[in-house]
């Protein structure tokens, strides 16, 4: 998949705790990227990375937020976890670089958060 | 909001047949990129077509792009069991090219 992994890739919490996903890439991409996945929506950008400690913001990222301190991991930290923010969370890597797969995402296997 | 929007939601076929699949979305755009989902994993990148061509082919997958329609269509041919799996478009977004946009995407069933 890529040199990407995503941990934990299951977890269950209550609401109000804070939770940390992480991602992991080996392909020193430049673009790291957050989505949730959930039925009817299909995948949606919470945030994304474009450089260390470059960050910008997608179209659900309320209650949500990322930090990259190196280039091989990008964090999403839900601050204080609500049921809403129950879904399958997934990251993304992309070169960017000039050439035909510039514009390419490459997906990591997903976690699957539950907020009790 | 939801630039693509895939239809059929979900499509049932046998083994053999060809599934076609299309996708709307709502602005202008640089490209359009389809992935496939197979249930329980990550998207895998099928293909990707620019706003100046109409028509790719990979292997068994012909996509076509009609940018004054704002649409896409995938045409998988002699689909396989294999083959079964969700579907979506995705297209960059308005103004900021590093973001794509997903649609909601097709549901395919290829039954043996």
């Known amino acids: 998949d890529a040199g990407i992994t995503q941990s934990p890739r299951h977890k269950v919490t209550e609401t109000g705790t804070p939770v940390t996903l992480r991602c992991h890439q080996t392909?020193?991409?430049?673009?790291m990227y957050w989505y949730r996945q959930d039925p009817g929506h299909g995948l949606r950008l919470i945030h994304y990375s474009y450089g260390v400690k470059d960050t910008d913001k997608g179209e659900v990222s309320d209650g949500y937020s990322v930090s990259r301190s190196k280039t091989e991991d990008f964090l999403l930290t839900l601050e204080s976890a609500t049921s809403s923010q129950t879904s399958v969370y997934f990251c993304a890597i992309r070169d960017g670089l000039a050439g035909n797969l510039q514009e390419t995402q490459y997906f990591g296997p997903g976690t699957r958060l539950l907020v009790l | 909001s939801q630039q693509g929007e895939e239809d059929p939601q979900a499509l049932s076929i046998q083994e053999g047949e060809n599934a076609t699949m299309n996708c709307s979305y709502k602005t202008s755009i640089n490209n359009l990129q389809w992935y496939r989902q197979n249930s329980g994993r990550g998207l895998v990148h099928l293909i990707l077509i620019r706003s100046n061509e109409r028509e790719k082919h990979s292997g068994r997958l012909r996509v076509t792009l009609d940018t004054s329609k704002k649409s896409s269509s995938l045409l998988i041919t002699a689909s396989r069991a294999a083959d079964t799996a969700s579907y979506f478009c995705?297209?960059?977004?308005?103004?900021?090219?590093?973001?794509?946009?997903f649609g909601t995407g097709t549901r395919l069933q290829v039954f043996p």
């Open positions: 995705a297209t960059d977004a308005p103004l900021n090219t590093d973001k794509l946009i």
């Open positions: 392909e020193n991409h430049r673009y």
